[in-house]
């Protein structure tokens, strides 16, 4: 690379690479650090080593103008002006947070730094509880780096609100940046590197302390967890009331402006890497220092019971699920992705199991990883129409538009009988009206 990087980026993961693809594609000189050497020859390659929507074109244009380049040597982020580390903050068996990836990435980034005469900021993009940024990073970075932080270096925390599958537009497009620092220096150097990327339409700054910035993140995702939990347990009671529809009941109570529409569709449960995790962290933080935060235990034990609903609706339907056939449709936590980390069809399918079903899975992208997981636990159809080949029941887990084209006939020509559960909610009632049909939060009629 001929010219000087201006960012480094430690850790490659999501945030990383989506965070290195956007800053590469905005002309700022953008290197991606990662202890995973074959990652890093993906990367240096323009090759995406996970599914994102416009991430690997980005990442290849960005590849060609040498704008971005890899390497797993931490070295290199000495030559740059400022460096963020985005490595991983997974939980622990208790809930609590695992910080040693951040421990490590800052020790080692503080002896780099060591030699290096001029000013560099550090800026903590990672998911870390408060007092993460001012605690163990600062401590680490000091110790190693034999700086202080205000003088030679500066630091800041800087959370992220990408969503899967919507990652690079999230990361183009946000609705604000969170910027914690404990000296002017420090943030107005980050909000300078921001101001530079998003030109006349860099959206509000909100500048406060690392703790408060840290807790942001938090805050954020324990009331999108909440509201999930909260229109699931509305679904849950307008299920019990013949008639009543839990998409009349949030389409109403979306249009206050104070509740507001998104995030209000009722499911088998949340998943994916963040809500579980980040919420298992901040109750297990704030328990430590006698605090109860009650809420969001319930919002967690109201997902975790979602899966018991699914299973027990699939009972309504079949009476004993021992040795019956269910066909699981859809594996991915979300749509459009692979992912199924948390995903509420892991929990499904080990309650079905439990009750002596037989579970055929099909999903258009997410058994590969299923398969790492569940291995021959279960079987794998190669599409939606085998898997409900022989099928007792089948259950709708995620919201893939292909599940929408389903139509009444393909469930009575394949199935033993059309028993359907749609947890997802994307079938109409109304066509389906002859069948076996339950959508949660949809009290039934018959019932
Ligand atoms: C989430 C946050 O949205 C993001 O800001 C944060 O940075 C990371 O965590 P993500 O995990 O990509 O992003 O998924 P998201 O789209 O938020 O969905 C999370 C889960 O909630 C999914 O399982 C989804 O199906 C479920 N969900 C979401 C619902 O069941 N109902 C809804 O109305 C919305």
Redesign the pocket.
């Known amino acids: 690379m001929k010219q000087k990087p201006a960012v480094s980026i430690v850790g490659m993961g999501y945030v990383g690479l989506c965070t290195a693809a956007t800053f590469a594609s905005r002309g700022i000189q953008t290197i991606g650090i990662d202890i995973d050497q074959a990652r890093v020859e993906q990367i240096r390659k323009g090759k995406a080593p996970l599914h994102e929507p416009q991430l690997d074109t980005m990442l290849k244009n960005a590849v060609k103008k040498k704008l971005l380049d890899a390497t797993s040597e931490i070295s290199v982020a000495a030559d740059t002006e400022t460096t963020f580390l985005a490595v991983g903050t997974p939980g622990q068996q208790d809930g609590s947070i695992d910080l040693s990836y951040i421990k490590n990435a800052t020790e080692d980034l503080g002896s780099v730094l060591r030699e290096k005469p001029g000013y560099h900021l550090i800026v903590v993009k990672s998911t870390v509880v408060p007092g993460t940024t001012n605690g163990v990073v600062k401590r680490f970075l000091e110790q190693s780096s034999r700086k202080t932080i205000g003088a030679g270096l500066g630091l800041c925390a800087n959370p992220?609100?990408?969503?899967?599958?919507t990652a690079i537009n999230d990361a183009l497009h946000p609705d604000k940046i969170v910027i914690g620092s404990n000296d002017k220096k420090s943030a107005d150097e980050l909000t300078r590197l921001y101001r530079h990327f998003y030109g006349s339409k860099l959206p509000p700054v909100i500048l406060t302390s690392p703790e408060a910035a840290e807790l942001v993140k938090y805050a954020?995702?324990a009331f999108?967890a909440t509201?999930?939990s909260f229109?699931n347990t509305i679904a849950n009671i307008a299920q019990q009331i013949p008639g009543v529809d839990v998409g009349t009941i949030a389409e109403a109570i979306g249009l206050d402006p104070r509740i507001g529409g998104?995030?209000?569709?009722?499911?088998p449960?949340?998943?994916?890497?963040?809500?579980h995790k980040d919420l298992q962290a901040l109750i297990n933080y704030i328990q430590n220092r006698n605090y109860d935060p009650v809420l969001f235990r319930a919002t967690e034990e109201t997902n975790k019971q979602q899966a018991n609903r699914v299973v027990g609706m699939a009972e309504n339907l079949l009476g004993s699920l021992s040795s019956k056939r269910v066909a699981v449709l859809g594996l991915a936590?979300?749509k459009d992705t692979d992912d199924i980390r948390e995903?509420?069809s892991i929990r499904v399918i080990n309650q079905l199991k439990k009750k002596g079903a037989r579970v055929v899975a099909y999903d258009p992208m997410a058994i590969p990883n299923t398969k790492k997981t569940l291995s021959d636990q279960i079987d794998y159809a190669e599409n939606a129409h085998s898997a409900l080949k022989g099928a007792d029941c089948a259950i709708i887990m995620t919201?893939w538009d292909q599940f929408r084209q389903l139509v009444p006939k393909d469930f009575q020509t394949h199935m033993t009988a059309p028993n359907i559960v749609d947890a997802r909610r994307i079938l109409d009632p109304k066509q389906f009206a002859q069948l076996n049909y339950l959508a949660i939060g949809t009290g039934s009629v018959k019932a």
């Open positions: 992220e609100f990408l969503k899967e599958g954020s995702n999108l509201k999930v229109i998104l995030f209000l569709k009722s499911g449960g949340y998943g994916g890497s963040c809500f936590f979300k995903a509420a919201e």
